[in-house]
Nanobody, 123 residues
């Protein structure tokens, strides 16, 4: 019921900032919990952040808490990931995901995924 497309990735120096966008279509955006995940070469997929249906609650992975901020604008059908104080360890493909079930919040289970966008942080 929802299609997702990430954008905003690129190359940035350590200490810099980048904002990723997740544009949703073919669905009612406010019905979905939105999450961000990342996967680096040779590494397992890692949870980054999540935001609930109306943005009142957020959750972050330990490695990004305090540096990254997830937000959403349901009127525009867009979710964002603001990334500050980037480190080389943040280099990965970043994926947006969405799911209407509360299990996405508590168990990281998402039915819908975008194609990913590459983020590279140079030292």
């Amino acid at each position: 019921q929802v299609l997702l497309e990430e954008s905003g990735g690129g190359l940035v120096q350590a200490g810099g900032s980048l904002r990723l966008s997740c544009a949703a279509s073919a669905g009612i955006f406010s019905r979905y919990i939105v999450g961000w995940f990342r996967q680096a070469p040779g590494k397992e997929r890692e949870f980054v952040a999540a935001i609930n249906w109306y943005g009142g609650n957020t959750n972050y992975g330990d490695s990004v808490r305090g540096r990254f901020t997830i937000s959403r604008d349901n009127a525009k059908n867009v979710a964002y990931l603001q990334m500050n104080s980037l480190e080389p360890e943040d280099t990965a493909v970043y994926y947006c995901a969405a799911d209407a079930s509360a299990r996405a919040w508590s168990h990281y289970e998402y039915a819908h995924w975008g194609q990913g966008t590459q983020v590279t942080v140079s030292s």
